[in-house]
């Protein structure tokens, strides 16, 4: 028997469920399938800034979000070498709090929102094996299931919500519009005992070559992730034969400048260490005939900006009403369609694209540099704008033209 569905969704954590969920509202048929077991744990910074939460709260998955022990957090610690910016991010739509949340607990509330909805089917432990053409348009998928069961699904359109690494688009053999390597390894794992700030504070040091990032989440434990060049062979080393042993090595002998070893006497690693020995941020198009991609499947940058999960359920969000009007028609124009969605992508996700490009690559900071986050530091006004620019609240252009402003005052005097 042909099962057949207006959409499938392949991939089922932050940004197919929230399409999932979006599409399933309008009163579509959708297949939300993923290889995965939930709850499950992924490679991610956790980080929901206050922009993410209000929309977890419009799409009715926060309340669902079990263990919610994760203390909610206003303040925010940038350091780049020896400058420090510190504020709280600007308020969006009235949400001040932001979350570092277990994506294991995460990823469970938006597949539990999406099976409370009756036209949303879900299938687990399910991985996509090929693509169902009809010519040259994309119509389904064939899958294998845990027990090597396989099964075809037929639909009007196949959404990838796989990740960096997806599958959709291996199949559909698309090159990258932007591909940028980036010169940094980085790792990541839950760390118990670690002294706090003392006030729940989402810290992220940038010193020299090397990048820290810490931010408290569920149980009492912080997230803790690290990079550092991918041309310090000793490192890859160390990590490589032993991780957990490495991992601890480094955090106690490369942030010496912010006197980190000190924070550590209560601390042990929980869990073991996941890794990124080398990816490219990279921008494809995301939509084509009878298929399209969503989340780090059609745009993926630099984690250390920890956008992803806003960027991921922000995608779908564009994504929804271009497929709704996708359906509604059997005259379809896919390049114009795609000329939509790569021009709405490009108004939200272009600027802090082209940051985490920046930001990946192995440049130390220039004297001019140096000289904007010192006036951004010293001055409330320019903090609330530069910590906009993270949460979405501005774009850079606010924060040049305060920063240019404060300078031009100075001048005046």
């Not at 607990?105 to 929102?113: E, N, S, W």
């Not at 890859?236 to 106690?252: P, Q, R, T």
């Not at 996700?349 to 140096?370: D, V, Y």
């Amino acid at each position: 028997m042909v099962q057949y569905f207006d959409v499938i969704v392949v991939g089922a954590r932050c940004a197919g469920a929230t399409l999932a969920i979006r599409l399933g509202n309008a009163g579509h048929r959708v297949l939300l399938l993923d290889q995965g077991n939930f709850p499950s744990d992924t490679l991610s910074t956790h980080a929901i800034f206050n922009n993410t939460v209000w929309e977890l709260k419009d799409l009715g998955i926060f309340p669902l979000i079990p263990e919610l022990d994760a203390p909610p957090v206003r303040n925010v610690l940038l350091q780049f070498e020896d400058v420090k910016i510190e504020g709280s991010l600007p308020p969006i739509k009235g949400e001040e709090d932001s979350y570092c949340i277990r994506r294991s607990y995460l990823d469970q509330a938006a597949i539990q929102k999406a099976s409370e909805i009756p036209n949303v089917t879900i299938y687990t432990k399910v991985r996509v094996k090929d693509l169902l053409w009809d010519e040259d348009r994309v119509v389904g998928v064939k899958t294998k299931d845990a027990l090597g069961q396989q099964q075809e699904y037929h639909s009007k359109w196949v959404v990838g919500a796989d990740g960096r690494n997806s599958t959709v688009r291996k199949k559909l053999k698309l090159k990258p519009l932007i591909d940028v390597p980036t010169d940094f390894a980085c790792y990541f794992t839950y760390i118990e005992g670690l002294e706090a700030k003392s006030e729940p504070t989402f810290e992220v040091y940038r010193i020299y070559d090397r990048t820290l990032v810490i931010f408290p989440t569920n149980h009492h434990q912080h997230v803790v992730f690290v990079a550092f060049p991918l041309a310090n062979r000793l490192w890859i080393k160390e990590f490589g034969h032993n991780s957990k042993s490495a991992l601890w090595d480094f955090l106690k002998t490369q942030f010496v400048e912010i006197k980190f070893n000190n924070r550590l006497h209560n601390a042990k690693i929980v869990e073991k260490i996941r890794g990124l020995t080398g990816f490219s941020n990279h921008w494809f198009s995301g939509i084509g005939k009878g298929w399209a991609l969503v989340g780090d499947a059609v745009i993926f940058k630099d984690p250390a900006l920890a956008q992803g999960i806003h960027d991921a359920i922000y995608a779908g969000k564009i994504l929804q009403p271009i497929l709704e009007k996708a359906m509604q028609t059997d005259e379809i124009d896919e390049t114009q369609l795609d000329r939509l969605y790569q021009e709405q992508l490009q108004a939200k996700f272009r600027e802090r694209f082209e940051l985490g490009i920046a930001l990946t690559k192995n440049n130390l900071m220039s004297a001019e540099q140096k000289l904007f986050q010192q006036t951004i530091s010293q001055y409330p006004e320019a903090v609330e704008k530069f910590l906009g620019f993270y949460n979405y609240a501005n774009n850079m252009d606010a924060v040049t033209q305060i920063v240019r402003s404060i300078i031009e005052q100075a001048q005046i005097k």
